[in-house]
């Protein structure tokens, strides 16, 4: 026997009461301490939450239960001032998350009303550590691509090409998506990894994609967030969100082409092990270009195939001091030369005259590109490199 | 000895970088019978040799149409550019880079008002910028009727006033708040329209100083001050306004004197 009832009076604003097993049914996974006897959700709500990927739910279920602690509450916009608590990178930095929650309170029972972006907390900021890690469709404005050596003003437009007032998303509506490296502010990581994309996935021909944006504290908290994911079980706060979103394109058997440029790449790895461990099924709708790989690529390329995804397009420059020696990729005596002698362009340089920032596009590029822009010393200490290396080299 | 001195004195001031004017190239335009020179200081970021063209006739439209290029309200015939980047004396990661100040001298023909008259010029270069965020692709507008629609899927019920509250807040955290007013600002007995492009919590910021040259055509030099590490910004801040006054006190607009050397020969 089999049975349907119809509910004809459900409307978006009706409300609904929910326990660990019927939020299943709508496709929202809540704790089983979760305060289900003090909270009601009206459809949409619910509707907003079953959007969210499992570390989004967690998130705003945290926020809920600090609502049924404190009802009468204004609003919860208050920060740690505690330095100590952003160190500890597994940590989610801030005290509440980056979801509006609205809600009544009708005897002594809390009914959210609403779940929405908080206005106040997405996107870019005067400081660039209240920048959230957040997802973002990023829409093309001009055809400027990187695909050739180029004039410093045509390198100067590509910082147009993407918007940057881009619309925060709950999941990944794009067929490219890319995690952007360190000390990159919501600006430039929107139109630095569109270009990457560009790179990457070349005949695609992009015009939007998802930034998950990892953003940026300071050199210091950067650097320990790189090592606490290379830290096998220590995994970042962002590490632990991308596991999330990677498992909810899975799940939805979207195929997703992304790049992880930098510490991307690491977080990106430290996302893959996250994910085998949390939820297991094959990533096989999924690929990743790395791009200036921050994470050591043997260890990428070992999850990677366990996890089933696959890995293509990497763009490694070998006077990239990033893989050479902080990935440990290539720790010979000549690439630590090379290395050294690029470390100066690598940190300070120009985004066109950088090992690291823009794509890699061949070392005859990169000469090229060196000339170019003027640095005739540069260019010919890569072509002196050049020479050493056989016909039809990758490199090249 | 010097590198020693240079990297304390580096310290001294949290920065290395900038605009060197121990070193400045000297720069002439032809602007039909005016002539506009300039010193531009040496910058730290390498550049190529490229023909730099001189002569610029301002007053024609064929010529502007051809040349000019369309940067967000902006439409302009560019002329040349130089930046300085600002770096911190010891680099150890990647993209360390604390800022940069950009400067651009572009040529703009207006139709609509006569750019003789300073006040409507003033009036004109804020209001274009409002207009250009308002207009129904604007993202002031775009937020508009986002707001609008999330506010009709509501929950709860919100009287219009709310709702114009909620609105404004987005918009002045996301959108773009109205410039504040145009001024004259004199420099080398000269009269420049000055205005200021911010939002609210961003600091990176562009200035703009604005001189006629005819009644539809006026001469605009951009300074993009760029920060990329918010949390540097006031190691250089000072540094780069004061080399934004330095370089604008070294441009002069003079009549053209006929009997002096041509500048091509």
């Known amino acids: 026997m089999s049975w349907t009832k119809l509910n004809k009076n459900t409307e978006p604003h009706s409300l609904m009461s929910l326990d660990a097993h019927t939020c299943k049914d709508y496709g929202v996974s809540l704790a089983q301490n979760f305060p289900f006897h003090k909270v009601k959700f009206t459809c949409q709500a619910m509707a907003m939450l079953a959007q969210l990927n499992d570390y989004d739910q967690q998130m705003v279920a945290k926020d809920i239960e600090q609502i049924c602690a404190h009802p009468n509450a204004k609003n919860s916009i208050k920060h740690s001032r505690n330095p100590l608590h952003r160190i500890w990178r597994t940590k989610y930095p801030f005290r509440n998350y980056h ?68 619309k925060p998303t709950t999941q990944v509506n794009t067929e490219h998506a890319a995690v952007n490296g360190m000390l990159n502010e919501f600006t ?59 498992a909810q394109n899975n799940q939805q058997g979207k195929k997703v082409k992304w790049v992880a440029h930098s510490q991307g790449a690491i977080i990106f790895c430290s996302a893959l092990e996250i994910y085998r461990i949390k939820y297991g099924k094959p990533l096989t709708t999924q690929e990743l270009a790395i791009h200036g790989s921050g994470a050591n690529l043997d260890r990428l390329e070992r999850i990677a195939q366990n996890t089933g995804m696959k890995i293509n397009n990497i763009r490694n420059n070998p006077f990239d001091f990033v893989p050479n020696m902080a990935a440990k990729n290539d720790l010979s005596s000549s690439s630590l030369s090379r290395s050294i002698s690029f470390m100066g362009l690598a940190f300070n340089g120009h985004a066109g005259e950088s090992p690291h920032t823009l794509p890699f596009l061949g070392l005859k590029t990169y000469a090229t590109q060196l000339q170019l822009l003027g640095n005739i010393e540069k260019a010919t200490i890569v072509r002196r490199f050049i020479k050493t290396l056989p016909k039809g080299d990758t490199l090249l | 000895m010097r590198t020693i001195f240079k990297l304390i004195k580096a310290y001294w001031r949290g920065f290395i970088g900038g605009p060197d004017f121990s070193l400045n190239t000297d720069h002439c335009f032809i602007l039909e019978d005016k002539q506009l020179t300039l010193k531009v200081p040496s910058s730290n970021i390498v550049t190529g040799q490229s023909s730099k063209k001189v002569n610029f006739p301002h007053t024609s439209t064929r010529w502007f149409t051809k040349k000019a290029e369309t940067e967000r309200q902006h439409c302009y015939v560019h002329m040349m550019d130089e930046n300085w980047m600002y770096v911190p004396p010891i680099a150890l990661f990647p993209s360390s880079e604390y800022g940069l100040l950009g400067f651009e001298l572009r040529i703009k023909q207006v139709r609509d008002i006569n750019v003789l008259d300073k006040a409507a010029l003033s009036h004109y270069v804020t209001l274009a910028y409002d207009d250009y965020h308002n207009s129904p692709d604007g993202i002031n507008t775009e937020i508009r009727q986002r707001k609008e629609q999330e506010f009709s899927k509501s929950a709860y019920s919100w009287t219009r006033e709310e709702i114009e509250t909620e609105i404004t807040m987005a918009i002045e955290l996301n959108g773009r708040i109205p410039l504040a007013p145009a001024i004259i600002k004199k420099i080398n007995q000269t009269d420049w329209v000055f205005y200021r492009e911010i939002r609210n919590n961003r600091l990176s910021f562009i200035d703009y100083y604005c001189l006629p040259l005819s009644e539809h055509s006026f001469l605009e030099v951009e300074f993009r001050h760029r920060v990329d590490r918010s949390n540097k910004h006031k190691k250089w801040e000072k540094s780069a306004l004061k080399s934004q006054e330095k370089i604008m006190a070294s441009i002069y607009l003079d009549d053209i004197a006929f009997t002096q050397d041509p500048l091509i020969k």
């Open chain 1, 99 to 166: 979801y509006l929650i609205r809600y009544d309170l009708h005897e002594n029972q809390i009914n959210i009303g609403d779940i929405l972006f908080d206005e106040q907390l997405k996107g870019a900021k005067d400081t660039t550590s209240a920048e959230r890690t957040m997802l973002y469709e990023v829409k093309r404005l001009t055809s400027s691509t990187y695909n050739k050596a180029q004039k410093r003003s045509k390198i100067k437009k590509l910082e147009s090409a993407w918007s940057n007032e881009p």
């Open chain 1, 188 to 246: 430039k990581a929107t139109w630095l990894m569109g270009t990457h994309l560009d790179t990457a996935y070349k005949g695609d021909g992009i015009k939007a994609y998802t930034l998950f944006h990892n953003p940026t504290d300071n050199i210091g908290l950067d650097a320990i967030e790189c090592a606490f994911d290379n830290r096998q079980g220590q995994t970042s706060h962002n590490a632990q969100h991308l596991a999330a979103v990677l």
